[in-house]
């Protein structure tokens, strides 16, 4: 009895998952990675890929194309972005300086879910593989 | 085999290591709380939570905690790191300090102005014999003058009070320090080498390795790459990689915006064991030190006072902050005492006492 129950919630969970549309154009990712000499920020919707190499500086916008932001939908559907705030780093070299503060946010309906700091280039590893999508596309566009 | 018994020494290792703690927390428990200290973020959370079901329940296996995973890649850092806190807080407390590292506010208004007064240490004016590993394609792009602008720079603002430069309406004004340091260049290697970046892993330390890190200030200067102006090493860690590594573009008078060469005053307040003054983290995470204010975040370029982060004014001018060089120039009372614990008798750098 208790298994079936189990099953059923099972299934449950898992129409209700693929039944609620996740309304892309409502999702955006952010990037951001500083030191005390450096600045770069990310962000990438649907339509476009912004990139801020400098404090203060205007945004260089480039089109998203469908491969690139299907490809990072694809690799979002594997995070659990309710618990992005909760993601502990790895490591810790920002402390002395050894490595970029960065940290990535996450905006869906207008609700934020941000990460706490992590070094940039050994992110959390529920988070890997999104944030090298994210700066392979960037990478791709420059 | 090998790894068998690899995993029993570690396990043997833990359990030392564990029972010293407990041994010790049972002997310093009125007086010294480590719960607060954190290496890794993962420990502090755990630490918190275990601190918010009370006070008493705060003694805790911190070696068992991480060991594991650190024993991978630093063996026995942590528990080094763990120590050099636990005797700076001794030290600090001994002296009548607030045991707890506290933070600026003290979980009160915000508005509160906490003053640390300077401890009576009998170090008097502590001097940092200084060697510079010059490393460039060209060793002698970087000249005997720019090092020099250097040395002045160190030997200005572990000394330099500066409160003439503060904004009106701060009360940062008795938190302003002289940290009481002096440094002498005790010598200038310099090695040319192509090669043109040597990143954040300490493989310039491998190519040129400190001497006498024991008892002298390694400096290497080269191009870093990746946006980093310095880096630096905390107490503690392995002394084969003990120094600071500053870019050539940073280093003394240079030009922009960090062309006075504080990069190196945030680098050596590093080396002697201030962590940045947000506390990397969020408004509850701390740097350890009772008179700076809490912040959750970094503040950049020149800002203009009060910035205002987790209900109260940043001290933006302070050294280890991430602002321009021309717009920081202090630290406190609190982070004098910090540094100088670890050359006390025990400390982390008290090797370099006379030398």
Redesign the interface.
């Known amino acids: 009895m208790k298994h079936l129950f189990l099953i059923l919630s099972l299934v449950f969970v898992d129409n209700s998952c693929t039944q609620s549309k996740i309304n892309q154009d409502a999702i955006t990712l952010e990037y951001t990675?500083?030191?005390?000499?450096?600045?770069?920020c990310i962000v990438i919707n649907k339509k476009k890929v912004s990139t801020v190499n400098k404090?203060?500086e205007k945004p260089d916008i480039k089109t998203c194309s469908e491969t690139d932001w299907n490809q990072l939908m694809k690799t979002l559907k594997t995070v659990d972005v309710k618990n992005i705030p909760n993601l502990?780093?790895p490591s810790?070299?920002?402390?002395?300086?050894?490595?970029?503060?960065a940290n990535l946010k996450i905006t869906y309906n207008g609700k934020v879910y941000e990460s706490?700091?992590f070094d940039h280039g050994n992110p959390p590893k529920q988070i890997t593989a999104l944030v090298k999508e994210m700066l392979s596309i960037t990478k791709k566009i420059e | 085999m090998k790894k068998v018994f690899l995993s029993m020494a570690a396990v043997a290792f833990l359990f030392a290591a564990c029972s010293d703690d407990s041994k010790e927390a049972i002997v310093e428990e009125q007086n010294i709380d480590m719960s607060d200290f954190y290496v890794y973020t993962d420990s502090n959370d755990d630490l918190a939570s275990k601190e918010n079901k009370g006070k008493g329940n705060s003694k805790f296996c911190y070696a068992m905690e991480n060991l594991n995973r650190q024993l991978n890649q630093n063996p026995g850092l942590e528990k080094k790191m763990y120590d050099v806190e636990y005797h700076t807080r001794k030290f600090l407390a001994g002296k009548g300090k607030p045991p707890k590292g506290g933070g600026g506010s003290g979980g009160g208004s915000g508005d509160t102005d906490v003053d640390v007064l300077p401890i009576q240490d009998n170090l008097g004016i502590i001097n940092i014999p200084v060697y510079i590993h010059i490393v460039y394609p060209d060793a002698n792009s970087i000249s005997t003058s720019q090092i020099n602008s250097q040395m002045a720079t160190l030997n200005a603002d572990f000394r330099d009070i500066n409160t003439n430069l503060l904004p009106s309406g701060t009360t940062f004004a008795n938190d302003a320090t002289d940290a009481g340091f002096s440094f002498s260049l005790a010598g200038t290697f310099r090695h040319n080498d192509s090669r043109s970046s040597w990143g954040t892993n300490d493989a310039i330390k491998s190519a040129y390795p400190p001497i006498t890190p024991e008892t002298h200030l390694n400096i290497w200067v080269c191009e870093i790459g990746g946006g980093i102006l310095g880096y630096a090493q905390f107490p503690g860690g392995n002394s084969s990689t003990d120094g600071v590594v500053l870019g050539g573009n940073y280093f003394g008078n240079t030009s922009g915006a960090y062309g006075l060469g504080r990069t190196a005053t945030h680098e050596v307040g590093h080396y002697f064991n201030l962590r940045h003054i947000w506390g990397d983290g969020r408004c509850n995470r701390d740097d350890f030190v009772a008179d700076t204010p809490k912040s959750d975040r970094s503040n950049g370029g020149c800002p203009t006072f009060p910035t205002t982060h987790c209900k109260s004014a940043d001290m933006t001018m302070n050294y280890m902050d991430y602002t321009y060089d021309s717009c920081m120039y202090m630290f406190t009372d609190g982070q004098r005492n910090r540094m100088r614990a670890i050359f006390a008798p025990g400390g982390a750098r008290s090797s370099m006492i006379g030398s």
Do not use: L, V
């Not at chain 1, 990675?33 to 770069?40: D, E, N, P, S």
């Open positions: 990675t500083q030191t005390r000499g450096a600045y770069k404090y203060g502990k780093a810790e070299d920002r402390f002395f300086d050894g490595a970029a503060i706490q700091s």
